[in-house]
């Protein structure tokens, strides 16, 4: 069983920059190939990104390619997403998460098998 905790979640002005962590309990986390994913309101859970279990193959939202980083430390336990150039429709909560076994890290959610609870990021334009 692995548990996700996001932080690092604010408010910021457009053209900002934030980075949320999601730190993983368990033994096994570098097993797991992780993403990121966000939700507002009245609306679907979106994709933005992906990182495999080793940390070098990547997969982006075409929403955030060129502006959002995500990155790994398999021995802290800890996903990244450094999100730059920030535009208030990135305004949304959001979720780590953790897919076990198949180093998924695709859009699909039901691929995934462990969900954070969310961190609320807000821009103001």
């Known amino acids: 069983q692995v548990q996700l905790v996001e932080s690092g979640g604010g408010l910021v002005q457009a053209g900002g920059s934030l980075r949320l962590s999601c730190a993983a309990s368990?033994?096994?986390?570098?097993?797991?190939?992780m993403g990121w994913f966000r939700q507002v309101p009245g609306k679907e859970r979106e994709f933005v990104a992906g990182?495999?279990?080793?940390?070098?193959?990547?997969n982006y939202a075409d929403s955030v390619k060129g502006r959002f980083t995500i990155s790994r430390v398999n021995a802290k336990n800890t996903v990244y997403l450094q999100m730059d150039s920030l535009k208030s429709e990135d305004t949304a909560v959001y979720y780590c998460?953790?897919?076990?076994?198949?180093?998924?890290?695709?859009?699909?959610?039901?691929?995934?098998?462990?969900w954070g609870q969310g961190t609320q990021v807000t821009v103001s334009s």
């Open positions: 998460a953790g897919s076990a076994g198949r180093d998924y890290l695709g859009p699909t959610r039901n691929q995934y098998d462990y």
């Open positions: 368990g033994r096994t986390f570098s097993s797991y190939a």
């Open positions: 990182i495999s279990w080793s940390g070098v193959r990547f």
